[in-house]
């Protein structure tokens, strides 16, 4: 139940920030990053970005999205 609650929270708080932007870009899981870090622990932080990188690859995995924007977020070139 806890583990339930969990990936509730982590998804419904990146929707809350996703739906104050026009598109998804990597512009979203910054700003919700940075809102997750006033009230979190970095490991908690981490687990949570876990959660909704997952989330947005299943998302993109089932062609809802085009690109998931955590993904650039990690590409070293950027």
């Known amino acids: 139940m806890k583990s339930r609650a969990c990936y509730r929270q982590s998804l419904?708080?990146?929707?809350?920030?996703?739906?104050?932007?026009?598109?998804?870009?990597q512009d979203v899981p910054v700003a919700w990053l940075l809102v997750s870090a006033e009230c979190r622990a970095a490991t908690t932080l981490l687990h949570r970005a876990r959660i909704v990188?997952?989330?947005?690859?299943?998302?993109?995995?089932?062609?809802?999205?085009?690109?998931?924007?955590?993904?650039?977020?990690?590409?070293?070139?950027?």
């Open 12 to 25: 419904h708080g990146f929707q809350d920030v996703a739906e104050h932007h026009c598109e998804l870009g």
């Open 53 to 78: 990188d997952r989330f947005l690859n299943h998302l993109l995995k089932t062609e809802v999205i085009d690109r998931n924007p955590v993904t650039t977020l990690r590409d070293p070139r950027r």
